[in-house]
């Protein structure tokens, strides 16, 4: 593998297994989720080593800090060589919660709640 001094944001996220693929990477960067410097960045922004993004995906913003570049797609176990996941517990909370609420409320005519829910609102009200 060669030594890079610096990579396009779109190819970097899509080889680090952000998003499954280079055309949803650059999507994310023409929508704005994609954010370097408190500024919105286009997809052909170069990064370097040592650069702090953050990227929205599903309703938290994940803030990562390059470790090493690569502009080849790697295997899962790998990517924690190329990344460091520099996220709050506060936004994973919010994740969490936002996930249960989303369980919790039941579309009209969809039944009643099954054991598994039941169990799951006890668990989060803290009944017994």
């Given at each position: 593998m060669?030594?890079?001094?610096?990579?396009?944001?779109?190819?970097?996220?899509?080889?680090?297994?952000?998003?499954?693929?280079?055309?949803?990477?650059?999507?994310?960067?023409?929508?704005?989720?994609?954010?370097?410097?408190?500024?919105?960045?286009k997809?052909?922004?170069?990064?370097h080593?040592?650069?702090?993004?953050?990227?929205?995906?599903?309703?938290i913003?994940?803030?990562?800090?390059?470790?090493?570049?690569?502009?080849?797609?790697?295997?899962?176990?790998?990517?924690?060589?190329?990344?460091?996941?520099?996220?709050?517990?506060?936004?994973?909370?919010?994740?969490?919660?936002?996930?249960?609420?989303?369980?919790?409320?039941?579309?009209?005519?969809?039944?009643?709640?099954?054991?598994?829910?039941?169990?799951?609102?006890?668990?989060?009200?803290?009944?017994?």
């Amino acid at each position: 593998m060669r030594e890079l001094s610096e990579v396009r944001i779109d190819k970097f996220l899509w080889a680090v297994r952000l998003f499954k693929t280079r055309s949803l990477a650059t999507e994310a960067c023409k929508k704005g989720r994609v954010i370097i410097d408190g500024a919105q960045v286009k997809a052909s922004r170069n990064i370097h080593q040592g650069t702090v993004f953050s990227v929205k995906k599903e309703n938290i913003y994940v803030m990562l800090k390059v470790k090493k570049l690569l502009d080849n797609r790697v295997g899962a176990k790998l990517v924690v060589d190329f990344l460091e996941d520099l996220t709050t517990d506060e936004e994973y909370e919010k994740f969490e919660l936002d996930r249960l609420a989303k369980q919790l409320n039941r579309d009209k005519g969809t039944g009643r709640p099954t054991k598994k829910d039941r169990r799951d609102l006890e668990r989060f009200f803290g009944e017994d």
